[in-house]
Nanobody, 116 residues
Framework: QVQLVESGGGLVQAGGSLRLSCAAS????????MRWHRQAPGKEREFVAG????????AYADSVKGRFTISTDTAKNTVDLQMNSLKPEDTAIYYC?????????WGQGTQVTVSS
């Protein structure tokens, strides 16, 4: 059974940093595209960052480019999102996603709140 478990969310002041981690288990993810998405209250879920499980081909939403960094640790089976220079508009539930073809898995999400 595939499981994606996010951790690392919390409350931080504007300008601060958080590191989110997604622990992946239940199958081999070597050919999967891993992504972080977020959903703010009253808004649709949006893409934040993506990476191949091998660590290549990163992509970022324009709103986080230069502030967020996505990475994988294949030894620990985790996908991390380092978030720096956080802004109040980054407040959202952050979700980990693993996708390949018709296979698409989501974690339960972790709350990030940035106070002004």
């Amino acid at each position: 059974q595939v499981q994606l478990v996010e951790s690392g969310g919390g409350l931080v002041q504007a300008g601060g940093s958080l590191r989110l981690s997604c622990a992946a288990s239940g199958r081999t993810f070597s050919s999967y595209r891993m992504r972080w998405h977020r959903q703010a209250p009253g808004k649709e879920r949006e893409f934040v960052a993506g990476i191949d499980w091998s660590g290549g081909s990163t992509a970022y939403a324009d709103s986080v480019k230069g502030r967020f960094t996505i990475s994988t640790d294949t030894a620990k089976n985790t996908v991390d999102l380092q978030m720096n220079s956080l802004k109040p508009e980054d407040t959202a539930i952050y979700y980990c996603n693993a996708a390949r073809g018709n296979s698409n898995y989501w974690g339960q999400g972790t709350q990030v709140t940035v106070s002004s």
